[in-house]
């Protein structure tokens, strides 16, 4: 999928110096830094249905639509890590230390904590969508 080297709207960026190029280097680090975990390793090569490349460069789309609004990614995140066979909640804890340490390495402090942000966020989304469930929560006061 070919696409313009900058393709945001400077009105609706995050910051002005966050551009394709950064954010290539941070998903391109950090998914290295994935796949090299013990635990993430496994559980990303076994999800993973299609060549690398290809998803990294999804995830490249994924990132310049959550931080330079372009809109280029199409899909469902949620549902994607739904079918991920063996994902616990302190998989995410895991996930967000390695992004936190790939956005300060790749970003300058600023731009790296608007990074962070937003991963946390999404997160904190994928951790109440797979694995909150009100029914199971034990009673409190007795009743």
């Known amino acids: 999928m070919a696409h313009s080297p900058d393709t945001r709207s400077p009105r609706l960026a995050l ?52 931080m330079l609004k372009t809109a280029r990614f199409k899909g469902r995140p949620m549902a994607t890590h739904a ?29 790296a904590e608007l990074f962070i942000e937003k991963a946390e966020t999404i997160a904190d989304s994928f951790r109440l969508g797979l694995f909150y469930r009100p029914n199971a929560l034990p009673v409190v006061g007795g009743r």
């Open 83 to 111: 079918r991920i066979t063996g994902i616990t909640e302190p998989d995410f804890d895991i996930w967000l230390g390695l992004f936190r340490q790939t956005a300060h390495q790749i970003c300058p402090k600023d731009i």
């Open 15 to 66: 910051h002005p110096d966050i551009d394709e190029e950064m954010i290539k280097r941070l998903v391109h680090g950090f998914y290295d830094k994935v796949r090299a975990d013990d635990r993430l390793g496994p559980l990303f090569d076994g999800a993973i249905s299609e060549p690398w490349p290809v998803h990294l460069e999804k995830m490249c789309d994924f990132w310049s639509s959550v």
